[in-house]
């Protein structure tokens, strides 16, 4: 099991069909760390309004992360747009994970990074929400596409993986745009506060790069891609491509470890968990300022 100081997740979709629960399983069977932050949209309220899907791997995701924090690890969550009614919670926590606005966090090499969803940045969704949750749909049929274009690729016995949703997202020259808009000002804000880098998550597009001299990482998500960010014991960021490494796997527990999992997967979630509300929260304060790690 590879021996990592941090672990960064974001986007998972929780509550969602398209959330790769399975996959999110695997990784977290094979990487362990002291510090685990979640960084935004792990539980999508807003596609709970509609209908939920509550898978048993996706149960025992929840559980395994509070497992994680029984245990002794630091696990923080930092709400994003889908999960906003948890903003309202900040300082509080829930089955001993930790809810703030945002965080600071410091790298074993003393670099300083912002840790925030990334909402606040996307102008569409601070201004003009009709149009983000138009947009959300339609993202999220071309997910939900992506198992019928799965299926027959295996039928016809075609080797890998192609995702239309990802495709889209490359391809599109607004869709572009927006990431390369949102990447800027991200980075300027983060400058403009004396860091060294932000991670962040909203925008479901991996990357670290360098943007005029503040590291700009992103964690992308476990509905398409399946990438996390992990801190290594020196420091050093990692982009892990868990979708890539895992492409011929189906997105359900190991045969080994169902015994174990289906234990986990049958224990109750907080009562504080259970009364989240499922529909889109009321709007906060994109300035509002929350504790730091």
Not at 105 to 110: E, L, N, Q
Not at 165 to 183: H, L, P, Q, T
Request: aromatic share 8%; hydrophobic share 40%.
């Amino acid at each position: 099991m590879p021996e990592v100081r941090t672990i960064f997740l974001s986007d998972i979709h929780l509550g969602t069909r398209a959330c790769q629960a399975g996959r999110l399983l695997d990784f977290l069977r094979e990487y362990e760390a002291q510090t685990l932050y979640l960084v935004g949209d792990i539980v999508d309220f807003w596609a709970m309004s509609r209908g939920i899907h509550w898978s048993t791997a996706q149960n025992t995701v929840v559980q395994k992360l509070l497992k994680r924090a029984r245990h002794g690890a630091a696990v923080i969550l930092i709400p994003g747009n889908h999960d906003e009614a948890l903003r309202e919670y900040h300082g509080s926590h829930f089955g001993d994970v930790r809810v703030v606005q945002e965080a600071i966090h410091t790298t074993a090499d003393g670099r300083r990074f912002l840790l925030v969803h990334g909402d606040e940045f996307d102008q569409v969704t601070r201004y003009h929400r009709w149009l983000a949750v138009l947009g959300d749909r339609a993202y999220e049929f071309l997910v939900l596409l992506n198992t019928v274009i799965a299926w027959a690729r295996r039928r016809l016995r075609l080797a890998g993986y192609w995702s239309l949703a990802g495709y889209a997202k490359r391809k599109v020259k607004s869709a572009v745009s927006f990431i390369y808009d949102f990447e800027e000002a991200v980075a300027h804000s983060v400058r403009q506060r004396g860091l060294d880098g932000v991670i962040c998550g909203h925008i479901h597009a991996a990357a670290i790069k360098d943007i005029g001299g503040i590291q700009y990482v992103n964690c992308g998500d476990w509905v398409d891609s399946c990438t996390a960010i992990v801190e290594h014991p020196d420091g050093r960021l990692e982009l892990i491509e868990w979708g890539k490494a895992r492409r011929g796997t189906e997105a359900v527990p190991e045969p080994e470890a169902k015994e174990e999992e289906a234990a986990e997967a049958q224990q109750p979630l907080p009562i504080a968990a259970r009364q989240a509300p499922p529909g889109p929260p009321r709007r906060t304060l994109a300035g509002q300022t929350g504790a730091a790690a």
